[in-house]
């Protein structure tokens, strides 16, 4: 069958023809129609991932047919028991395991969730990675209510924009941040009640002197930055960071965290029960992920260039029309 | 009366003579028999805290009598309904408001809490702000455990002291930490399981190496050091801070945080039902606070010289024999 694989950490995939897969014990086989582009997968093109296995197939979002029943795939392997963090065991499908680049992929059957019916299979193949990771950090971590306000930083990227969605679909008053004026004018196309250029430096200030401040901070991004998110959060908000595109936190004041009782929580990807009862929120509320641009299985390089150029808001999906 | 007032910024409060206190709404007499020296005090005769009032009577702490009954303060002022954190409104006794380095208090009757029976009028004049405070981030904010392994930092301090003794009740595996062996020897004779000297460069490393890591930290320094608490701190676990006294925090990855999925949350003080389920639980635990030094109502500048140098292991108090 063909698949892109990881062949060296320094350029995108290449497409090579591969061995069927063979099956383990409790995986069956997924025919893929459909998958996904995550952050995840440029870095790992960079080497800029652990535990890169050369030769595996990338990819960790995928939707897929067995006979004529649609299906997801939640990424998140051998989570393990605990809420509270992933085992030692943890990996996301698609490097080092075989992922979702290829025409099949044999895979646990306990990982397979139906496809939402209201999905097409390029809006579903853009749910899991960045669908879990939104809501674990907004539902499951920061605890968001009806009525909160909500900052989402960097909107555009995958989980911002679910994170965004699910945040609405909450009932909450949804700010969100980019360098980028186009995308917080799309944002608020889409819902948002509000947009803040992060790279005007008064952009907090603004925040503060438009709506007070805000309960819940979703962020990606870490960095310089970050001391202005703790300036903007209110007090007993909770501030979630699930990626730290803009390196190291720096010149943080603690007694601006103290003594407003401000909560900061990492968290990354999500427990088998987050992503059933994220996709139950997605089915439930009718959400439908963001597509930037849909292209065909053989174009996965392209995709790559577009993430990598950062223009895009929403997901990059990939078609398997064969 | 005579009381102990907050002259000027650079020097020990004085003792002068005072009105008798006039009472406003609600507000009961009472007729102080101990009080206590908390960090904060020194603060303000530094000029370090917010909100100073010139002549005010200092001390947030205090025990004393109504009539033959005993009682302690809960030294949280209109904390205000939320739980998650304090209204604007929201003061620690002592600084605005006339506190307990007087003779006689006019004090808020729902702010009286019964004196615990098995505490001395000394003992019971040591547990209100490091209590709550200790307990509000021990109980309420890290949701300790019975077998978590809990790294209580700073050891000898009063907050520090109460986290430990709360943390060892509930059946915690605990460690602590000082740049000082003796206070460290002094902490594992009272029941703490290890400790570390922060000023090794290698306390860390040498944690890891004994015991794997801690589930939960409470810190009141932050600071450089704060860096090495994230590297101990177990996946899952929760670092919880209520002061700063080492500073800024800097140089933090934050990959170490959301891909372990830790949280850090900043903490002060602690609601009237957080006072209230504190007071109980060294009830039902017969915690006896530690006391340093036990000096007359006379000796409070010598108390503050004491707590200046941070030679104490536990509480400096005051005993109000007239």
Chains 1, 2 share one sequence.
Not at 40 to 46: A, G, H, N, S
Not at 128 to 152: H, S, Y
Not at 284 to 313: R, V, W
């Amino acid at each position: 069958m063909k698949a892109f694989i990881i062949n060296t950490t320094h350029e995108y995939p290449v497409k090579i023809s591969v061995p069927f897969p063979v099956l383990k014990e409790n995986e069956v086989y997924l025919k893929l129609t459909a998958s996904s582009l995550n952050h995840r997968d440029l870095w790992i093109t960079k080497g800029l991932y652990p535990g890169i296995r050369i030769g595996a197939i990338m990819g960790s979002d995928g939707c897929g047919m067995i006979d004529d029943k649609a299906y997801i795939i939640n990424p998140g392997l051998d989570w393990g028991e605990l809420q509270s963090h992933q085992s030692s065991a943890f990996r996301v499908l698609g490097v080092p395991d075989d992922g979702t680049f290829g025409q099949f992929i044999a895979i646990n059957k306990k990982y397979l969730f139906p496809k939402p019916e209201h999905l097409s299979h390029a809006e579903a193949a853009s749910l899991p990675l960045a669908g879990v990771t939104a809501f674990r950090a907004l539902i499951k971590k920061a605890c968001v209510c009806p009525g909160d306000k909500v900052l989402i930083t960097g909107i555009g990227g995958g989980v911002a924009l679910f994170a965004m969605q699910f945040a609405l679909a909450m009932g909450c008053y949804v700010v969100v941040s980019s360098s980028n004026d186009l995308k917080i004018a799309e944002a608020i196309n889409l819902g948002a009640n509000a947009g803040y250029l992060y790279t005007n430096p008064d952009w907090a200030k603004n925040l503060i002197a438009d709506i007070g401040g805000v309960d819940i901070i979703i962020d990606g991004a870490c960095g310089d930055g970050f001391e202005k998110l703790i300036k903007v959060c209110n007090p007993g908000g909770r501030i979630v960071f699930y990626g730290a595109t803009a390196g190291k936190i720096e010149n943080i004041n603690p007694q601006s965290i103290f003594w407003r009782q401000i909560s900061i929580m990492g968290t990354t990807m999500g427990s088998q029960e987050d992503f059933s009862e994220m996709v139950d929120f997605v089915n439930n509320h009718k959400i439908s992920p963001m597509i930037y641009k849909t292209l065909d299985f053989e174009e996965i390089a392209k995709g790559f260039e577009i993430m990598e150029s950062g223009s895009q808001f929403g997901k990059i999906v990939f078609s398997y029309t064969d």
